[in-house]
Protein backbone atom coordinates (compact mmCIF):
# COMPACT_ATOMS: atom_id res chain seq x y z
CA UNK A 1 0.00 0.00 0.00
CA UNK A 2 1.63 3.71 -1.14
CA UNK A 3 1.99 5.52 1.66
CA UNK A 4 0.63 9.16 2.12
CA UNK A 5 4.13 10.80 1.84
CA UNK A 6 4.74 8.91 -1.59
CA UNK A 7 1.45 9.44 -2.73
CA UNK A 8 1.92 13.25 -2.12
CA UNK A 9 5.55 13.50 -3.63
CA UNK A 10 4.33 11.66 -6.93
CA UNK A 11 6.94 8.50 -7.84
CA UNK A 12 7.61 10.47 -10.88
CA UNK A 13 8.93 13.34 -8.77
CA UNK A 14 11.16 11.20 -6.61
CA UNK A 15 13.19 9.47 -9.21
CA UNK A 16 16.43 9.61 -9.81
CA UNK A 17 16.35 12.64 -6.90
CA UNK A 18 19.33 13.20 -5.18
CA UNK A 19 18.75 13.23 -1.05
CA UNK A 20 19.29 17.16 -1.27
CA UNK A 21 16.35 17.37 -4.07
CA UNK A 22 13.98 15.01 -1.76
CA UNK A 23 14.61 16.63 1.14
CA UNK A 24 13.53 19.92 -0.29
CA UNK A 25 10.19 17.81 -1.88
CA UNK A 26 9.30 17.09 1.30
CA UNK A 27 9.78 20.21 3.09
CA UNK A 28 7.30 22.07 0.11
CA UNK A 29 4.65 19.42 1.32
CA UNK A 30 5.28 20.61 4.60
CA UNK A 31 5.23 24.15 4.29
CA UNK A 32 2.24 23.72 1.78
CA UNK A 33 0.41 22.07 4.56
CA UNK A 34 -0.16 18.47 2.00
CA UNK A 35 1.87 16.96 5.33
CA UNK A 36 0.72 17.90 8.70
CA UNK A 37 2.49 18.34 11.93
CA UNK A 38 3.15 15.49 13.89
CA UNK A 39 2.40 13.14 11.11
CA UNK A 40 4.10 10.09 11.21
CA UNK A 41 6.49 9.32 7.78
CA UNK A 42 7.32 6.24 6.91
CA UNK A 43 10.59 4.32 7.92
CA UNK A 44 14.08 4.70 6.08
CA UNK A 45 13.43 1.06 5.14
CA UNK A 46 9.64 1.71 4.12
CA UNK A 47 10.61 4.49 1.88
CA UNK A 48 13.46 2.87 0.02
CA UNK A 49 10.87 0.18 -0.64
CA UNK A 50 8.36 1.69 -2.14
CA UNK A 51 10.90 4.28 -4.05
CA UNK A 52 13.04 1.36 -5.04
CA UNK A 53 15.93 3.46 -3.48
CA UNK A 54 18.73 2.79 -1.80
CA UNK A 55 18.37 3.13 2.12
CA UNK A 56 21.29 5.01 2.86
CA UNK A 57 19.28 7.98 0.45
CA UNK A 58 16.54 7.79 2.19
CA UNK A 59 18.76 8.30 5.46
CA UNK A 60 20.53 11.36 3.85
CA UNK A 61 16.85 12.75 3.15
CA UNK A 62 15.50 12.57 6.61
CA UNK A 63 18.88 13.63 8.49
CA UNK A 64 18.67 16.99 6.46
CA UNK A 65 14.67 17.38 7.29
CA UNK A 66 15.97 17.40 10.42
CA UNK A 67 19.15 19.62 10.62
CA UNK A 68 16.66 22.01 9.15
CA UNK A 69 13.90 21.06 11.83
CA UNK A 70 11.35 20.07 9.84
CA UNK A 71 11.11 16.42 11.51
CA UNK A 72 12.10 15.57 14.68
CA UNK A 73 12.93 11.45 15.01
CA UNK A 74 12.79 9.08 18.06
CA UNK A 75 13.89 5.82 18.86
CA UNK A 76 10.84 3.61 18.35
CA UNK A 77 9.04 6.54 17.82
CA UNK A 78 9.29 7.07 13.67
CA UNK A 79 9.70 10.15 12.14
CA UNK A 80 7.34 12.92 12.14
CA UNK A 81 6.58 16.13 10.78
CA UNK A 82 7.90 19.80 12.79
CA UNK A 83 8.21 23.06 12.00
CA UNK A 84 11.44 24.83 12.78
CA UNK A 85 11.82 26.69 15.52
CA UNK A 86 11.78 30.48 15.14
CA UNK A 87 15.35 31.63 15.61
CA UNK A 88 16.99 28.31 14.34
CA UNK A 89 16.72 28.39 10.73
CA UNK A 90 17.85 30.97 8.02
CA UNK A 91 16.00 34.41 7.85
CA UNK A 92 13.89 34.64 4.43
CA UNK A 93 10.38 35.40 4.53
CA UNK A 94 9.98 38.77 6.35
CA UNK A 95 5.85 38.75 7.38
CA UNK A 96 5.97 42.41 7.32
CA UNK A 97 7.70 42.90 3.42
CA UNK A 98 6.30 39.58 1.92
CA UNK A 99 3.40 39.07 -0.16
CA UNK A 100 0.86 36.64 0.07
CA UNK A 101 -0.56 34.55 -3.08
CA UNK A 102 -2.01 32.07 -1.22
CA UNK A 103 -5.06 33.99 0.22
CA UNK A 104 -7.53 34.52 -2.63
CA UNK A 105 -9.81 37.34 -1.22
CA UNK A 106 -10.95 40.52 -1.74
CA UNK A 107 -11.27 43.34 1.35
CA UNK A 108 -14.78 43.90 2.27
CA UNK A 109 -17.15 45.58 0.55
CA UNK A 110 -17.94 49.16 1.09
CA UNK A 111 -21.33 48.19 2.28
CA UNK A 112 -20.40 46.41 5.26
CA UNK A 113 -20.24 49.21 7.79
CA UNK A 114 -23.64 50.83 6.97
CA UNK A 115 -25.11 46.79 6.95
CA UNK A 116 -23.89 46.46 10.38
CA UNK A 117 -24.98 49.59 11.95
CA UNK A 118 -28.46 48.72 10.52
CA UNK A 119 -28.34 45.44 11.61
CA UNK A 120 -27.97 46.27 15.20
CA UNK A 121 -31.66 46.95 16.42
CA UNK A 122 -32.67 42.98 14.43
CA UNK A 123 -29.51 42.36 16.73
CA UNK A 124 -31.07 43.79 20.00
CA UNK A 125 -34.54 42.82 19.58
CA UNK A 126 -32.79 39.29 19.92
CA UNK A 127 -31.72 39.95 23.36
CA UNK A 128 -34.27 37.90 24.73
CA UNK A 129 -34.08 34.39 23.28
CA UNK A 130 -31.11 31.69 24.29
CA UNK A 131 -28.93 33.42 21.25
CA UNK A 132 -28.72 29.86 20.10
CA UNK A 133 -29.84 28.93 16.26
CA UNK A 134 -29.38 25.88 15.11
CA UNK A 135 -30.81 26.29 11.72
CA UNK A 136 -30.33 29.86 11.53
CA UNK A 137 -32.65 33.13 11.99
CA UNK A 138 -36.33 32.59 10.23
CA UNK A 139 -35.50 36.13 7.66
CA UNK A 140 -32.24 35.18 6.45
CA UNK A 141 -33.03 31.86 5.93
CA UNK A 142 -36.24 32.97 3.54
CA UNK A 143 -33.52 35.77 2.17
CA UNK A 144 -31.13 32.70 0.93
CA UNK A 145 -34.14 31.01 -0.31
CA UNK A 146 -35.54 33.77 -2.28
CA UNK A 147 -32.10 34.15 -4.18
CA UNK A 148 -32.34 30.42 -5.42
CA UNK A 149 -36.43 31.09 -6.60
CA UNK A 150 -34.95 33.84 -8.23
CA UNK A 151 -32.48 31.71 -9.91
CA UNK A 152 -35.25 29.37 -11.04
CA UNK A 153 -34.94 26.79 -8.31
CA UNK A 154 -37.84 26.41 -5.90
CA UNK A 155 -36.49 27.24 -2.11
CA UNK A 156 -38.23 27.87 1.31
CA UNK A 157 -36.67 28.66 4.46
CA UNK A 158 -37.22 25.12 5.40
CA UNK A 159 -35.04 23.80 2.91
CA UNK A 160 -31.88 26.37 4.13
CA UNK A 161 -29.27 25.84 6.99
CA UNK A 162 -27.33 29.01 8.14
CA UNK A 163 -23.79 28.02 8.52
CA UNK A 164 -20.63 29.87 9.68
CA UNK A 165 -19.12 29.91 6.04
CA UNK A 166 -19.24 27.32 3.41
CA UNK A 167 -16.09 25.50 4.60
CA UNK A 168 -18.32 24.87 7.96
CA UNK A 169 -21.12 23.68 5.42
CA UNK A 170 -18.84 21.37 3.95
CA UNK A 171 -17.82 19.70 7.06
CA UNK A 172 -21.56 19.18 8.37
CA UNK A 173 -22.81 18.07 5.33
CA UNK A 174 -19.84 15.25 4.63
CA UNK A 175 -20.15 14.25 8.63
CA UNK A 176 -24.23 13.83 7.59
CA UNK A 177 -23.89 12.15 4.21
CA UNK A 178 -21.16 9.30 4.61
CA UNK A 179 -18.82 7.57 7.13
CA UNK A 180 -14.86 6.79 6.63
CA UNK A 181 -14.24 4.50 4.07
CA UNK A 182 -17.04 6.06 1.89
CA UNK A 183 -15.89 6.78 -2.02
CA UNK A 184 -15.97 10.47 -2.92
CA UNK A 185 -15.22 12.21 -6.16
CA UNK A 186 -13.35 15.17 -6.14
CA UNK A 187 -12.27 17.55 -9.61
CA UNK A 188 -8.10 17.48 -9.98
CA UNK A 189 -7.68 20.50 -9.50
CA UNK A 190 -9.72 21.78 -6.61
CA UNK A 191 -10.27 23.87 -3.39
CA UNK A 192 -7.15 22.49 -1.11
CA UNK A 193 -9.28 22.84 2.41
CA UNK A 194 -12.34 20.87 0.77
CA UNK A 195 -9.53 17.97 0.35
CA UNK A 196 -8.18 18.42 3.17
CA UNK A 197 -12.30 18.18 4.90
CA UNK A 198 -12.84 14.82 3.00
CA UNK A 199 -9.65 13.30 3.78
CA UNK A 200 -10.54 13.89 7.42
CA UNK A 201 -13.83 12.89 7.15
CA UNK A 202 -12.24 9.44 5.95
CA UNK A 203 -13.20 9.65 2.16
CA UNK A 204 -11.56 7.43 -0.31
CA UNK A 205 -11.13 10.40 -2.76
CA UNK A 206 -11.59 9.80 -6.68
CA UNK A 207 -10.34 12.74 -8.65
CA UNK A 208 -11.69 13.47 -12.27
CA UNK A 209 -9.49 15.83 -14.21
CA UNK A 210 -10.88 19.47 -14.81
CA UNK A 211 -9.05 22.32 -16.93
CA UNK A 212 -9.36 25.93 -17.82
CA UNK A 213 -11.69 24.88 -20.87
CA UNK A 214 -13.72 22.38 -18.53
CA UNK A 215 -14.69 19.20 -17.52
CA UNK A 216 -13.72 15.62 -18.98
CA UNK A 217 -17.72 14.92 -19.14
CA UNK A 218 -17.00 11.26 -20.53
CA UNK A 219 -14.63 10.42 -17.52
CA UNK A 220 -16.92 11.59 -15.40
CA UNK A 221 -19.71 9.87 -16.15
CA UNK A 222 -17.55 6.64 -16.29
CA UNK A 223 -16.03 7.24 -12.97
CA UNK A 224 -19.70 7.71 -10.96
CA UNK A 225 -20.89 4.73 -13.06
CA UNK A 226 -18.16 2.58 -12.41
CA UNK A 227 -17.82 2.88 -8.36
CA UNK A 228 -21.20 4.74 -7.28
CA UNK A 229 -19.14 7.01 -5.02
CA UNK A 230 -21.48 8.26 -1.71
CA UNK A 231 -20.32 11.81 -2.58
CA UNK A 232 -19.08 14.16 -5.22
CA UNK A 233 -17.98 17.65 -4.88
CA UNK A 234 -18.01 20.10 -7.33
CA UNK A 235 -17.47 23.92 -8.07
CA UNK A 236 -19.49 24.44 -11.12
CA UNK A 237 -19.36 27.97 -11.43
CA UNK A 238 -15.87 30.00 -11.78
CA UNK A 239 -14.39 26.88 -10.42
CA UNK A 240 -10.75 27.21 -7.67
CA UNK A 241 -8.57 27.69 -9.05
CA UNK A 242 -9.40 27.29 -13.27
CA UNK A 243 -12.19 29.38 -13.70
CA UNK A 244 -14.22 27.09 -15.47
CA UNK A 245 -18.11 27.14 -15.64
CA UNK A 246 -19.26 23.90 -15.97
CA UNK A 247 -21.76 24.31 -19.43
CA UNK A 248 -25.98 23.30 -19.17
CA UNK A 249 -25.66 20.22 -20.56
CA UNK A 250 -22.89 19.00 -18.59
CA UNK A 251 -24.86 19.84 -15.17
CA UNK A 252 -27.36 17.86 -16.52
CA UNK A 253 -25.42 14.85 -17.03
CA UNK A 254 -23.64 14.92 -13.69
CA UNK A 255 -27.16 14.99 -12.30
CA UNK A 256 -29.01 12.65 -14.10
CA UNK A 257 -25.61 10.49 -13.32
CA UNK A 258 -26.17 10.72 -9.68
CA UNK A 259 -29.59 10.11 -9.64
CA UNK A 260 -28.59 6.39 -11.08
CA UNK A 261 -25.52 5.89 -8.80
CA UNK A 262 -27.43 7.18 -5.72
CA UNK A 263 -24.11 9.61 -5.20
CA UNK A 264 -25.01 12.81 -3.09
CA UNK A 265 -23.46 15.78 -5.00
CA UNK A 266 -22.33 18.57 -3.10
CA UNK A 267 -22.23 21.96 -5.48
CA UNK A 268 -19.63 24.81 -3.92
CA UNK A 269 -21.17 27.80 -5.02
CA UNK A 270 -19.32 30.06 -2.96
CA UNK A 271 -17.70 31.41 -6.22
CA UNK A 272 -20.60 31.58 -8.10
CA UNK A 273 -21.18 35.15 -7.72
CA UNK A 274 -17.41 36.66 -9.23
CA UNK A 275 -18.65 37.25 -12.71
CA UNK A 276 -16.59 39.55 -14.67
CA UNK A 277 -17.47 38.92 -18.18
CA UNK A 278 -18.74 35.74 -18.74
CA UNK A 279 -21.62 36.76 -21.34
CA UNK A 280 -23.69 34.00 -20.10
CA UNK A 281 -25.93 32.51 -17.11
CA UNK A 282 -25.83 29.17 -16.57
CA UNK A 283 -28.63 27.07 -14.21
CA UNK A 284 -27.72 26.38 -10.71
CA UNK A 285 -26.56 22.78 -10.57
CA UNK A 286 -30.01 22.65 -8.10
CA UNK A 287 -32.04 23.09 -10.68
CA UNK A 288 -31.94 19.74 -12.36
CA UNK A 289 -32.25 17.77 -9.82
CA UNK A 290 -33.86 17.84 -5.61
CA UNK A 291 -30.89 15.41 -4.97
CA UNK A 292 -28.30 17.86 -5.24
CA UNK A 293 -26.70 19.59 -1.84
CA UNK A 294 -25.63 23.57 -2.47
CA UNK A 295 -23.40 25.18 -0.15
CA UNK A 296 -22.66 28.84 -0.30
CA UNK A 297 -21.05 31.86 1.52
CA UNK A 298 -20.39 35.14 1.57
CA UNK A 299 -17.04 35.76 1.87
CA UNK A 300 -16.32 36.33 -1.74
CA UNK A 301 -18.95 38.51 -1.96
CA UNK A 302 -18.90 41.02 1.26
CA UNK A 303 -16.00 39.75 2.95
CA UNK A 304 -13.64 36.87 4.80
CA UNK A 305 -14.45 37.92 8.41
CA UNK A 306 -18.02 37.81 7.69
CA UNK A 307 -18.34 34.04 8.86
CA UNK A 308 -21.48 33.35 7.09
CA UNK A 309 -22.86 30.28 5.07
CA UNK A 310 -25.79 28.13 4.03
CA UNK A 311 -26.67 24.83 3.18
CA UNK A 312 -29.77 24.10 0.26
CA UNK A 313 -30.80 20.18 0.50
CA UNK A 314 -34.05 18.18 0.03
CA UNK A 315 -35.79 17.89 3.71
CA UNK A 316 -34.38 14.92 4.41
CA UNK A 317 -30.63 15.87 4.43
CA UNK A 318 -31.81 19.01 6.47
CA UNK A 319 -32.76 16.99 8.93
CA UNK A 320 -29.80 14.54 9.11
CA UNK A 321 -27.64 17.64 9.42
CA UNK A 322 -29.31 19.15 12.10
CA UNK A 323 -29.21 16.31 13.83
CA UNK A 324 -25.17 15.96 13.96
CA UNK A 325 -24.58 19.67 14.17
CA UNK A 326 -24.71 19.82 17.66
CA UNK A 327 -21.74 18.06 18.17
CA UNK A 328 -19.92 20.89 15.71
CA UNK A 329 -21.30 24.05 17.60
CA UNK A 330 -24.71 25.85 18.35
CA UNK A 331 -25.75 27.62 15.68
CA UNK A 332 -24.16 30.95 13.94
CA UNK A 333 -23.00 33.96 15.22
CA UNK A 334 -26.57 35.98 15.46
CA UNK A 335 -24.73 39.43 14.94
CA UNK A 336 -23.36 37.37 11.32
CA UNK A 337 -26.59 36.72 10.35
CA UNK A 338 -28.06 40.26 11.07
CA UNK A 339 -25.28 41.94 8.83
CA UNK A 340 -26.00 39.38 6.26
CA UNK A 341 -29.70 40.35 6.46
CA UNK A 342 -28.61 43.30 5.24
CA UNK A 343 -26.23 42.37 2.90
CA UNK A 344 -28.24 40.52 0.62
CA UNK A 345 -30.65 43.16 -0.24
CA UNK A 346 -28.06 44.94 -1.39
CA UNK A 347 -26.93 42.09 -4.01
CA UNK A 348 -26.96 44.16 -7.38
CA UNK A 349 -24.33 46.55 -5.45
CA UNK A 350 -22.46 44.16 -4.48
CA UNK A 351 -22.15 42.72 -7.26
CA UNK A 352 -21.15 45.69 -9.29
CA UNK A 353 -18.29 46.18 -6.64
CA UNK A 354 -16.56 42.83 -7.03
CA UNK A 355 -16.82 42.75 -10.94
CA UNK A 356 -14.78 45.99 -10.70
CA UNK A 357 -12.49 44.85 -8.34
CA UNK A 358 -12.00 41.36 -10.39
CA UNK A 359 -11.60 43.27 -13.90
CA UNK A 360 -9.36 45.46 -12.53
CA UNK A 361 -7.26 42.85 -10.32
CA UNK A 362 -7.04 40.67 -13.77
CA UNK A 363 -5.87 43.52 -15.58
CA UNK A 364 -2.46 43.48 -13.39
CA UNK A 365 -2.27 40.09 -13.60
CA UNK A 366 -2.42 39.83 -17.38
CA UNK A 367 0.29 42.57 -17.49
CA UNK A 368 2.41 41.44 -14.82
CA UNK A 369 2.60 37.99 -16.41
CA UNK A 370 3.18 39.37 -20.21
CA UNK A 371 6.52 41.14 -18.71
CA UNK A 372 7.50 38.11 -17.33
CA UNK A 373 7.75 36.64 -20.75
CA UNK A 374 7.47 32.71 -21.22
CA UNK A 375 4.21 32.82 -19.15
CA UNK A 376 0.65 33.47 -20.33
CA UNK A 377 -2.99 33.86 -18.45
CA UNK A 378 -5.58 31.45 -19.75
CA UNK A 379 -9.61 32.73 -20.37
CA UNK A 380 -10.51 33.72 -16.61
CA UNK A 381 -13.99 35.50 -17.49
CA UNK A 382 -14.29 35.93 -13.52
CA UNK A 383 -13.91 33.87 -10.03
CA UNK A 384 -10.55 34.24 -7.85
CA UNK A 385 -7.43 33.08 -10.32
CA UNK A 386 -5.56 32.59 -13.30
CA UNK A 387 -4.51 28.88 -13.58
CA UNK A 388 -1.15 29.68 -15.10
CA UNK A 389 0.38 26.88 -17.44
CA UNK A 390 4.32 26.75 -16.80
CA UNK A 391 4.61 24.06 -19.71
CA UNK A 392 6.86 22.54 -17.39
CA UNK A 393 6.94 20.27 -13.76
CA UNK A 394 8.46 22.98 -12.15
CA UNK A 395 5.52 24.51 -10.46
CA UNK A 396 6.94 23.55 -6.70
CA UNK A 397 10.19 24.53 -7.98
CA UNK A 398 9.25 27.85 -8.80
CA UNK A 399 6.89 28.25 -5.60
CA UNK A 400 10.06 27.61 -3.52
CA UNK A 401 12.50 30.25 -5.63
CA UNK A 402 9.48 33.10 -4.69
CA UNK A 403 9.76 32.41 -1.12
CA UNK A 404 13.43 33.92 -2.03
CA UNK A 405 11.87 37.05 -3.12
CA UNK A 406 9.39 37.10 -0.13
CA UNK A 407 6.40 35.99 -2.16
CA UNK A 408 4.34 33.10 -0.75
CA UNK A 409 2.18 30.96 -3.74
CA UNK A 410 1.59 27.93 -3.45
CA UNK A 411 2.13 25.22 -6.40
CA UNK A 412 0.10 23.36 -8.35
CA UNK A 413 0.04 19.92 -6.33
CA UNK A 414 -1.65 22.01 -3.20
CA UNK A 415 -4.57 21.58 -5.50
CA UNK A 416 -4.47 18.14 -6.12
CA UNK A 417 -4.67 14.76 -4.89
CA UNK A 418 -1.73 12.66 -5.75
CA UNK A 419 1.10 15.62 -5.85
CA UNK A 420 0.64 15.59 -9.35
CA UNK A 421 -0.18 19.33 -11.49
CA UNK A 422 3.34 20.25 -11.38
CA UNK A 423 2.88 22.62 -14.35
CA UNK A 424 0.19 24.66 -13.30
CA UNK A 425 0.65 27.35 -10.44
CA UNK A 426 -2.89 29.28 -8.97
CA UNK A 427 -2.11 33.20 -9.28
CA UNK A 428 -4.77 35.32 -7.51
CA UNK A 429 -6.59 37.80 -9.63
CA UNK A 430 -8.36 39.62 -6.15
CA UNK A 431 -5.41 41.79 -5.06
CA UNK A 432 -4.99 45.50 -5.33
CA UNK A 433 -3.61 46.45 -8.82
CA UNK A 434 -0.91 47.69 -6.90
CA UNK A 435 -0.10 44.65 -4.88
CA UNK A 436 -0.36 42.61 -7.80
CA UNK A 437 2.09 44.63 -10.08
CA UNK A 438 5.03 44.12 -6.79
CA UNK A 439 3.58 40.70 -6.38
CA UNK A 440 4.45 39.81 -10.12
CA UNK A 441 7.75 41.78 -9.99
CA UNK A 442 8.61 39.17 -7.44
CA UNK A 443 7.65 36.18 -9.68
CA UNK A 444 9.61 37.60 -12.54
CA UNK A 445 12.70 37.87 -10.67
CA UNK A 446 11.70 33.78 -9.08
CA UNK A 447 11.05 32.65 -12.61
CA UNK A 448 14.79 34.34 -14.09
CA UNK A 449 16.41 32.42 -11.17
CA UNK A 450 14.82 29.00 -12.67
CA UNK A 451 15.55 30.04 -15.78
CA UNK A 452 18.98 30.82 -15.17
CA UNK A 453 19.73 28.41 -13.09
CA UNK A 454 19.71 29.90 -9.79
CA UNK A 455 20.06 28.22 -6.51
CA UNK A 456 17.51 27.93 -4.70
CA UNK A 457 18.15 28.09 -0.75
CA UNK A 458 15.77 26.25 1.64
CA UNK A 459 12.09 27.63 2.84
CA UNK A 460 11.05 28.59 6.10
CA UNK A 461 8.05 28.13 7.92
CA UNK A 462 4.90 29.64 6.32
CA UNK A 463 1.14 29.50 6.59
CA UNK A 464 -0.41 26.20 5.40
CA UNK A 465 -3.93 27.68 4.56
CA UNK A 466 -4.58 28.62 1.25
CA UNK A 467 -7.84 30.33 0.25
Request: net charge neutral; glycine share 8%; charged share 20%.
Amino acid sequence: MTSRLVEQLGAQNAAGATAAALAAQIRALILDGRLTVGERLPSERSLALELRRARSTMTRTYSLLESDGYVTRLHGGGTRVALPQRGTFTPGLDDDDAIDLSIAAMDSTPGLYDATVRSLPRLAALRNTSGYSLRGLPELRDAVAQRFVQRGVPTTADDIIITSGALHALNLVLAALGGRGDRAVVEQPTFPHALDALHRSGYRLLPTPVGVDGWDARHLTDLLLRTRPTAAYFIPDFHNPTGATMTDLDREHLATTARNTGTHVIADETTSELDVDRGWTPRPLSAFSPKIVTIGSMSKIAWGGLRLGWIRAERSVISRVLAIRPSFELGTALLDQCIAVELLDEMPALSAHVRSRLQRGRAAVAAGLETIGGLRMPSTPGGLSAWVDLEAPISTKLSLAAREHQLIIPPGPRFSTGGVLERFLRVPITHPPEKTAAAMERLGRAWADLREGGSVKRPVETHAAVI
